[in-house]
């Protein structure tokens, strides 16, 4: 999510202005249009664009970048320009699995294929559903928490987590249960404190609050990348390095440096795969145009790093940097 919860810095530049006219689908268009709507400005998204682009431009469609800006009557308005202009195809981040179903139902009957990708609607509207498998996304940090408790703190562990419970209920509910159903696999291990905290600054202050409050807790998992950043700053602040490990879901450019600085706080995080999920959004939809059986739901992996893998972390911001590198279409 990111949350979409994936909330880290990047400046995405996609296009958001009103095409104008109206008409038939497709019509006095040779090639394939296909409108892509992301609802937020980061580098999750920045990476699903990028995806997008690649895919269209294999498949020689026109890809048509638009951004809600997280405003539900602006995706409305982006919906129903494309419904005037008789697109294709709408792949789309919704905001609201049933504020968002109106104006989606009405660009399936008239004929639009309609694919949703991270967050999806309550409803048969979207031809396939491409997102991150979230349970595993907080199993696999869990599997490597796990371990990390069991071979340096002896099997026992004091656990605070840090969620966006209010933002996104069901997805923080699959990450924290992949998590946690992981770590209670030990008897040793308790839950002692849970707060919502998703961006930075905010999770700085409530994770140096838990430690306060809870001085013995020696681990702090966040569900997303902006809290595993600032629960990483709190124990840097609180004076605890060496005694509190970080843990966390989503990855970035700066996480991926935390892991490889010398102050051993963050252990491990698993990162979704937003270039991926871009592409396979687009193939999707240009299956359905196509003719094709298309899986209603994918859910793709994620992708572990570790303090004890530097070199899968250099890796990581290797490829990372060179997709970002070419931000422009």
């Not at 996609?14 to 296909?34: Q, S, Y």
């Not at 969620?163 to 209920?169: L, R, V």
């Amino acid at each position: 999510m990111r949350s979409r919860l994936l909330m880290v810095s990047g400046s995405l530049l996609l296009a958001t202005v009103i095409l104008a006219g109206c008409g038939g689908k497709n019509e006095g268009h040779a090639r394939k249009r296909i409108a892509g709507i992301v609802f937020q400005e980061d580098q999750f998204f920045r990476l699903v664009v990028f995806g997008m682009r690649d895919a269209a431009t294999k498949a020689d469609v026109e890809l048509l970048e638009a951004n809600s800006a997280g405003r539900p009557d602006k995706e409305i308005q982006l919906v129903n320009t494309y419904i005037a202009q008789g697109v294709d195809a709408i792949v789309i981040s919704p905001l609201s699995a049933r504020a968002s179903m109106s104006a989606l139902q009405r660009a399936k009957d008239k004929g639009i294929t309609v694919i949703t990708y991270n967050t999806t609607v309550e409803s048969a509207i979207p031809a396939s559903f491409i997102e991150s498998d979230q349970v595993e996304l907080g199993a696999s940090t869990g599997r490597a928490a796990r371990v990390y408790i069991d071979s340096v703190l002896g099997g026992k562990a004091t656990v605070a987590l840090l969620g966006f419970q209010s933002q996104a209920p069901e997805i923080y509910r699959q990450r924290r249960d992949g998590f946690v159903n992981e770590i209670t696999k030990l008897s040793g291990v308790t839950v002692a404190a849970e707060q919502d905290a998703w961006l930075a600054e905010q999770a700085v202050k409530k994770a140096g609050d838990i430690l306060t409050a809870h001085p013995g807790v020696n681990l702090i998992w966040s569900a997303n990348e902006g809290g595993t950043v600032g629960a990483v700053m709190a124990v840097k602040n609180s004076g605890r390095t060496g005694r509190v490990a970080v843990f966390g879901t989503d990855a970035s450019d700066q996480l991926a440096d935390f892991l490889l600085a010398e102050e051993p706080v963050l252990q491990a995080v698993t990162g979704q795969q937003p270039y991926l999920i871009g592409t396979s959004a687009v193939d999707a939809a240009l299956g359905v145009l196509a003719k094709q059986e298309v899986s209603p739901k994918v859910a793709l992996p994620g992708r572990l790093l570790t303090r004890t893998r530097p070199d899968d972390v250099r890796t990581f911001k290797s490829e990372l940097q060179s997709m970002l590198s070419h931000d422009n279409p």
